[in-house]
């Protein structure tokens, strides 16, 4: 079937975090990461099947879930996954924090690669460890690892976990698997376990692939533990279901301790049931998905290289999520975003977020469709000049 992404679709009074800020009316939302799109039809079917039934108390996980998840992975990412791997958790998040729980000490450290998702920040410092930053080279038009000092910092015995973000989240890029195999060989050279947030790992751009870490070597497989979850991919985070793949039973048994210490084993009854209807029956729509998102993307990259030259976008790889060159605009990421908001009633992402290292940047939210896009860099090129017209 052919499935419908340009109507627009209000979200107002449905409790939604992006659209329903009461002081925020006129606001077009462009910054957290979810999309504007209703979900899959077979999705939307089961959940009502669920509902009709009436009795929503504790529930377990069935096998359909665990083999729609290995189905999924074998189909689109070639990569053979087993059942007995698979730990279910409620969210990305919890499991990054609790997988950090569960091989750290506290005064441990933590490598990440800035700018980057701004939550790893927190499964760190929640479970009392330091950040170590390997800061991703900017090379005008991509970003880039810079290995010299990535070995530098994974060479530290206090240096526990790498958190690896593949596809990355702001920056866009899909690791390549030169990339991934020198970030895996250093890790193992220096006994660093790779936890990798393969989130976004279905939200890649036509001319790119997706690599599974674990599925690159043996080695590699029993070093890593794999974040995933269909809620990037098929607009689902309200349902809170995702899963952790641990191939090491060593590392498997004590990540499960982890969870269950902090009570995050038990998914949401209809999480379960969108889980399994989105990786048997969903893959027309998502491919529909990509299309429409690749649109957005290169309609943005064009609309901003004609109309708003004094801006630079970061071509992504992957994911609908927009990294922005800001820096010839000439004031702080902080006082940009400010003033997009104040002048153009758009509220978008500060690079700043993502760590110091995104000063001069911003991140946009183009999973919408496109008449709402469209209104939303033309607020964008109205604020900017707005702000060139008061530094005259």
Known sequence: M??????????????????????????????????????ADPIIKALEKRVQHGIFGYAGVPDEF?????????????????????????GVIPSLSA??????????????????????????????????????????DFYEIDFKDFEEKAADEKVKIFILCNPHNPVGRVWSEDELKKLGDICIKHNVIVLVDEIH??????????????AISESFLMNSIT???????????????SNIIVVNEEYRKKVNRSLNINETI????????????????????????????????????????????????????ATYLIWIDC????????????????????????????????????????????ALLTEGLKRLEKAIKGIEIEML
Request: charged share 30%; aromatic share 12%; net charge neutral.
């Open 2 to 39: 052919k499935y419908d992404f340009d109507t627009i679709i209000s979200r107002k009074n449905t409790n939604s975090v992006k659209w329903d800020i009461p002081q925020e009316k006129d606001i077009i939302p462009m910054w957290i990461a979810d999309m504007d799109f209703k979900t």
């Open 66 to 90: 665990y083999e729609a998840e290995v189905k999924w992975w074998l189909q689109r990412h070639n990569f053979k996954i087993e059942k007995e791997w698979i730990e279910v958790t409620t």
């Open 99 to 140: 997988v950090v729980q569960a091989f750290t000490e506290p005064g441990d450290k933590v490598l990440i690669q800035s700018p980057v998702y701004n939550y790893f920040n927190s499964s760190i410092t929640n479970n009392k460890c330091s950040i170590v930053l390997n800061e991703l080279k900017y090379n005008g």
């Open 201 to 214: 790992r279905d939200l890649v751009y036509r001319e790119n692939k997706h690599i599974p870490f674990a």
């Open 227 to 241: 974040c995933t979850a269909p809620s990037k991919t098929f607009n689902i985070a309200g349902l809170k279901t």
């Open 266 to 317: 038990e998914p949401n009854a209809f999480g379960i049931e969108a889980l399994i209807a989105a990786y048997n029956e969903g893959e027309e729509w998502l491919e529909q998905l990509l299309d429409y998102l690749q649109g957005n993307r290169d309609y943005l990259i064009s609309y901003i290289n004609e109309r708003i030259p004094k801006i630079k976008v970061v071509k992504p790889e």
């Open 327 to 370: 820096k010839n605009i000439g004031i702080s990421s902080k006082e940009l975003s400010e003033k997009i908001f104040e002048k153009g009633n758009l509220r978008i992402n500060d690079g700043r977020t993502y760590g110091e290292i995104g000063e001069g940047f911003i991140r946009i939210n183009i999973a919408c469709p496109r």
